[in-house]
């Protein structure tokens, strides 16, 4: 992607599903954004996705939109943006529960929500390995949506959750879910969070710096690959 005087540039792009409160959860992660060195564009359309010009001076793109529909234009840019070197990062049903009928996002994200168990319940979120996203921190107990997915075997994965068959979906026991993933998408990055229903979800503390975390890892050459 093109960056003007060394500037890092990242498009946040929300809206959707209301239940989610797009704007209030992107903007506790604008100020790490730009602490960083982001020049930060919001946008509440997806019609941005259709500039291929415009998404070529990105290299994060940050989303949080449940629901809605991607035209082929839109999917067009959007993944051809990542294709390129542009990273992809978000939470929850933002990314996860969304353009349903975009096989092509689909694939890039490496995942699709399913159903949550119960609603809201406890558990358990478990690390996996050391990357540096999770480094330095231990697993941690949550009540939030327990999220089902759909997922790719490819994905690296750095956080997972195991169901217990409960809350009426008794053939879930024993599935071990991920919750934190990342990959390569070509030359893109691609940061999952399956956590943040609502901002109280991601002041969790863990939550929060395993967000904050996968922005700068997928927006940049900070922490690793």
């Known amino acids: 992607m093109d960056t003007t005087n060394g500037t890092q540039r990242a498009l946040v792009v929300r809206g959707g599903w209301e239940g989610h409160q797009p704007a209030a959860c992107t903007d506790l992660f604008l100020p790490c954004l730009r602490e960083h060195g982001f020049d930060v564009l919001v946008r509440e359309d997806l019609e941005v996705y259709a500039d291929t010009e415009l998404l070529r001076s990105f290299s994060l793109i940050v989303q949080c939109w449940t629901g809605g529909a991607l035209t082929p234009d839109q999917e067009d840019g959007l993944v051809g943006a990542v294709t390129r070197g542009a990273g992809f990062a978000g939470w929850h049903g933002g990314v996860l529960a969304t353009f349903d009928a975009a096989y092509r996002y689909q694939f890039m994200v490496g995942g699709h929500f399913v159903a949550h168990p119960g609603d ?6 478990d690390i996996t390995g050391d990357h540096p996203i999770v480094s330095g921190v231990d697993g941690f107990d949550v009540h939030t949506e327990q999220y089902f997915c759909h ?6 994965v750095h956080a997972t959750t195991t169901f217990n068959g409960g809350h009426g979906a008794p053939d879930t026991a024993g599935a071990v879910m991920p919750v934190v993933w990342t990959r390569r998408f070509q030359k893109g990055k691609v940061f999952v969070c399956t956590l943040g229903h609502s901002p109280e979800d991601l002041l969790v503390p863990q939550t929060r710096r395993i967000v904050e975390r996968g922005l700068l890892w997928a927006g940049s050459a900070a922490y690793g690959d």
């Not at 809201?120 to 979120?125: E, K, S, T």
């Not at 997922?151 to 690296?156: E, F, G, H, Q």
């Open 151 to 156: 997922v790719d075997p490819t994905l690296r």
């Open 120 to 125: 809201f319940v406890d558990y358990r979120v």
